[in-house]
């Protein structure tokens, strides 16, 4: 039993991995971090291995959820960087000012982010984000159009305010 569970998970992990891994540097534009995230969301679903009905929608709504930390985590940096540099004097670049898709993304709520970063990053259809996120496909349709429309807004107010 336990040489076949093995099996199965050695099995998952060639599997999926390398398309996981792939995503995941779409996303964070690194390869160090995309294999960090990869590995990170792997060893969560070896932790709950007997309980996950869905591992393949397990591992990517996990990955998601350690991206959007990894992007907290950026943002968060870049705001002590600015605080320091404005402390002493030093005026940030104009591109520190763009808004980056990245964080407009990041700032979408749960329920319109994962389904957006399932259909358009990691080049999922629609009937599969339904069946990964447990929604109906119709409600998945209704939630990417409502992603698109808040980026879409987000975009425009900041373009708008552009010097």
Known sequence: MKRSREKAASELFAALYPRLAGWCRRLVDDDETAHEIASEAFTRLWAR????????????????????DHWRKLERERRAMHRVTSEAAIRPHPEQADPSVRLLVQSLPERLRVPLL???????????????????????KAD??????????HLRR??????
């Open 49 to 68: 291995w007997t309980s996950v009905a869905e591992p393949r929608g397990f591992l990517y709504v996990t990955a998601a959820n350690l991206v959007r």
């Open 118 to 140: 399932l259909h358009y990053y990691a080049d999922m259809p629609i009937r599969e984000v339904s069946v990964l996120t447990g929604r109906k496909e119709g409600t998945v």
């Open 144 to 153: 990417l159009h409502a992603a698109r429309e808040l980026l879409r807004v």
């Open 158 to 163: 900041s373009l708008d305010h552009t010097p």
